[in-house]
C-alpha cells in the first residue's frame, strides 16, 4: 500500500459520494494525504467535514478498526479533541463500502473537520511540550480499553518492526548516516527489543507527530486536535511516547532535553515504570530510523508525492544525528533523572 499510490478521485465524485452515502450536499476540495485521497467539505450551513477514501489495498478490517477506535474515544473520552465519525445512512457499519465497475471496491470514512493551526507552523516550547505530553496521556487513558481483531495488523510504522527496515537504509543519502541507522536499529534490537514483550501493551495512535496535531490559533500551548489515527497499532504503551519524543528533539542544548518535557508531562498523567523509562531512548532513536529509511524510499517511489513524504524527513535526521551522539547509559539516566525515577 505504501508503494503505490491510491486511484485519483474528483472533488465532483467526492461530492457526489457524500451525497450518496451520506445524505450531505456539500462543496470539496482536496487534501493532502500518505496513502488515501482525502477531502474538505462544507455543506450551506458552513458545517466542515472530512472525507477519507481509503486505499483499495487496506485492509478492511483494519479500516475497520480505525474508525471503531474513533467510535470508542467518542463514547470513553468524549473531552478529546478527536474527529467525530459519521455513520453512513444505511446500515450499523463505521464506514460505507464505494463500489463501481472496473474500478476497485473502497472504503469510505466521514469525518468531523478540526479547526486549529498544524504543530508544526506554531513556535516550539516547554509550555507547549506540556500540552502535547498531557494529551497524549489522556489519548492513551481513552484508548485503554478499547480491542478489536485487526488491532496487531502488520504495519510498517511499527516501532516493534523497524529492525524489518534494514534494507531501506541505503536509501539514505549520506553514508554516514547510513551507517548511524544500522548502529541505532543494532542498539534497539540488542537492548530493547527483548524487553517489550514484557511491556504494557495496548492500542495506540503511533503517530503523534507535528502534523497530527493542531495547536489553537491564539495559543499555540493549547492542543484544538489530534488527526490521523491510520497508523494505530496494539503496541507497548511506551511506544506511543516514544513517537511523540522522537519529533520534539531540538538543535541546540541536550538532546533529550525538550523529549524529557514532553515525556515528564505524560508521566504525571499516567505514571511509567522504570523498565518502560529504560527503553524509551532506544525507542526514540528506532522510531527516528523508521521515519527517514521509510521516507527516503517512498519519496524515490513517488516523486510526485516526494513533498508530503519527506514533510518530517528533515527534522528525523537531525534528531537521528544528535541522539546518536549520546552513549545509551546517559541517555538513560538522564531520562530517569527528569522523570524522577530511581
Not at 478529546?80 to 470514512?109: D, I, M, Y
Not at 489530534?226 to 519529533?247: E, K
Request: net charge negative.
Amino acid at each position: 500500500m505504501l508503494d503505490s499510490t491510491a486511484p485519483e478521485v474528483s472533488g465532483e465524485q467526492a461530492e457526489a459520494l457524500v451525497a450518496r452515502f451520506y445524505g450531505l450536499e456539500a462543496e470539496a476540495r482536496p487534501l493532502s494525504g500518505e496513502r488515501d485521497r482525502n477531502f474538505h467539505l462544507r455543506d450551506g450551513a458552513g458545517a466542515e467535514y472530512v472525507l477519507r477514501v481509503i486505499h483499495p489495498a487496506e485492509d478492511p478490517g483494519v479500516s475497520d478498526f480505525q474508525s471503531r477506535a474513533l467510535l470508542h474515544l467518542a463514547q470513553a473520552a468524549p473531552d478529546l479533541p478527536v474527529p467525530r465519525l459519521h455513520r453512513p445512512l444505511s446500515g450499523a457499519a463505521a464506514e460505507a463500502l464505494w463500489e463501481e465497475e472496473g474500478a476497485p471496491p473502497r472504503r469510505l470514512r466521514l469525518l468531523d473537520y478540526l479547526l486549529g493551526r498544524p504543530l508544526h507552523l506554531a513556535p516550539p516550547g516547554a509550555a507547549q511540550r506540556q500540552a502535547i505530553g498531557e494529551c497524549l496521556a489522556r489519548l492513551d487513558l481513552g484508548l485503554g480499553g478499547f480491542r478489536h481483531p485487526s488491532e496487531s495488523h502488520p504495519l510498517m510504522w511499527d516501532i516493534q518492526r523497524a529492525a524489518r527496515l534494514r534494507p531501506l537504509i541505503r536509501h539514505l543519502p549520506q553514508i554516514g548516516d547510513r551507517g548511524l541507522a544500522a548502529a541505532m536499529l543494532d542498539r534497539f534490537e540488542q537492548r530493547a527489543l527483548p524487553r517489550l514483550p514484557r511491556l504494557r501493551a495496548q492500542v495506540i495512535h503511533n503517530d503523534f507527530n507535528p502534523h497530527n496535531i493542531l495547536t489553537e490559533e491564539r495559543a499555540d500551548d493549547r492542543i484544538a486536535g489530534i488527526i490521523d489515527f491510520g497508523d494505530m497499532v496494539r503496541a507497548p504503551l511506551v511506544q506511543d511516547l516514544a513517537t511523540a519524543a522522537a519529533y520534539q528533539i531540538t538543535s541546540e542544548g541536550h538532546p533529550l532535553e525538550a523529549p524529557a518535557q514532553l515525556a515528564a508531562a505524560y508521566h504525571a498523567l499516567l505514571p511509567l515504570v522504570p523498565e518502560e523509562i529504560d527503553v524509551l531512548p532506544d525507542l526514540i532513536a528506532a522510531r527516528l530510523v523508521v521515519s527517514v529509511a521509510i521516507s527516503g524510499w517512498r519519496a524515490t517511489r513517488q516523486p510526485a508525492n516526494a513533498d508530503y513524504i519527506l514533510r518530517n524527513y528533515a527534522r528525523s535526521l537531525s534528531g537521528l544525528r544528535r541522539l546518536g551522539a549520546l552513549p545509551p547509559d546517559e541517555a538513560r539516566l538522564y531520562l530517569r533523572e527528569r522523570l524522577d525515577t530511581p
